[in-house]
């Protein structure tokens, strides 16, 4: 799996990396950690992970399944979740979602449930979710996060794969990369052209810096989809995403997201860095 937007927790991507190459992945997964340790986002990419159809490492990002993934519309992942209550996930959402699960998936191969804070389920509930655990319908998978596992009645633990997250690694100080491409994600909505026009022609001191700058682009491009779609963003809080997603409808920002997909393709195609920071400029432009 690719982990490239979720710090630290190298142990549990080493886990889920061995599960993944093994083929053997089982139908349930909890995921376990304190509220800094991501589980949120590792639930998610591994959701992404499931229904993307890429050939090659996945999740790729650029197929039409994750592209679904990312705006919040692919049709076969679920989310869940209580309140802030020690026992607001209720057993009427679990029945729900037990139901729906012996139905074949609409597109991917195998449908997605993410039960985000299943240590708030009652106990009726996770007696509900049980049932469905130990006789899993054929391609599904269920992901639970929780603070710790020992939360959760040994039943529910003793049928899923218990995946332990510590802290997240403390965030690295802004690079220069992810400064410009916030600066070019907010040049993108400006009347004039000519600061989106000279920011993108910094893009052209070396094919490095341009890579670089290009793939900070892309996250900030897809966490505006995810919010111009009613979603929480996948990573930290951006301010040039939140712009985007208030200025453009989420079609138009996955148009964005192309361009900045095909402009770092044709980086590693070696072309010209000057004609590309251009086509770059005007590509976002024209979305």
């Given at each position: 799996?690719?982990?490239?937007?979720?710090?630290?927790?190298?142990?549990?991507?080493?886990?889920?990396?061995?599960?993944?190459?093994?083929?053997?992945?089982?139908?349930?997964?909890?995921?376990?950690?304190?509220?800094?340790?991501?589980?949120?986002?590792?639930?998610?990419?591994?959701?992404?992970?499931?229904?993307?159809?890429?050939?090659?490492?996945?999740?790729?990002?650029?197929?039409?399944?994750?592209?679904?993934?990312?705006?919040?519309?692919?049709?076969?992942?679920?989310?869940?979740?209580g309140g802030?209550?020690?026992?607001?996930?209720?057993?009427?959402?679990?029945?729900?979602?037990?139901?729906?699960?012996?139905?074949?998936?609409?597109?991917?191969?195998?449908?997605?449930?993410?039960?985000?804070?299943?240590?708030?389920?009652?106990?009726?509930?996770?007696?509900?979710?049980?049932?469905?655990?130990?006789?899993?319908?054929?391609?599904?998978?269920?992901?639970?996060?929780?603070?710790?596992?020992?939360?959760?009645?040994?039943?529910?633990?003793?049928?899923?794969?218990?995946?332990?997250?510590?802290?997240?690694?403390?965030?690295?100080?802004?690079?220069?990369?992810?400064?410009?491409?916030?600066?070019?994600?907010?040049a993108v909505?400006?009347?004039?052209?000519?600061?989106?026009?000279?920011?993108?022609?910094?893009?052209?001191?070396?094919?490095?810096?341009?890579?670089?700058?290009?793939?900070?682009?892309?996250?900030?491009?897809?966490?505006?989809?995810?919010?111009?779609?009613?979603?929480?963003?996948?990573?930290?809080?951006?301010?040039?995403?939140?712009?985007?997603?208030?200025?453009?409808?989420?079609?138009?920002?996955?148009?964005?997201?192309?361009?900045?997909?095909?402009?770092?393709?044709?980086?590693?195609?070696?072309?010209?860095q000057n004609?590309?920071?251009?086509?770059?400029?005007?590509?976002?432009?024209?979305?």
């Amino acid at each position: 799996m690719r982990f490239d937007s979720l710090p630290g927790n190298d142990r549990a991507k080493e886990q889920l990396n061995a599960l993944d190459a093994s083929g053997h992945m089982p139908h349930a997964l909890i995921l376990e950690g304190p509220q800094d340790s991501g589980k949120e986002e590792f639930a998610r990419k591994i959701a992404q992970w499931a229904v993307c159809t890429s050939q090659e490492q996945r999740p790729c990002g650029g197929c039409p399944a994750c592209r679904k993934f990312l705006s919040g519309g692919h049709p076969d992942v679920f989310t869940a979740q209580g309140g802030s209550g020690s026992r607001s996930f209720h057993v009427d959402a679990v029945r729900a979602i037990r139901s729906d699960a012996y139905i074949l998936p609409n597109e991917a191969e195998r449908k997605v449930y993410l039960l985000l804070g299943a240590d708030t389920m009652t106990e009726q509930a996770q007696n509900a979710l049980l049932k469905v655990l130990e006789e899993p319908p054929q391609r599904v998978l269920f992901v639970l996060t929780c603070v710790s596992a020992s939360s959760l009645l040994p039943t529910v633990r003793s049928r899923a794969q218990i995946i332990s997250l510590g802290h997240a690694e403390e965030k690295q100080e802004e690079s220069p990369f992810s400064q410009l491409a916030e600066e070019i994600a907010c040049a993108v909505s400006a009347t004039r052209e000519y600061e989106l026009l000279s920011l993108t022609g910094q893009l052209v001191k070396d094919k490095g810096h341009m890579r670089e700058t290009l793939k900070q682009l892309q996250l900030i491009l897809r966490d505006a989809c995810v919010k111009a779609s009613g979603g929480n963003a996948m990573r930290c809080e951006s301010e040039a995403a939140r712009k985007l997603a208030q200025r453009f409808t989420r079609d138009r920002l996955i148009s964005m997201l192309e361009v900045a997909r095909k402009a770092a393709t044709m980086v590693e195609q070696n072309a010209n860095q000057n004609l590309l920071a251009t086509w770059l400029c005007a590509g976002l432009r024209s979305c």
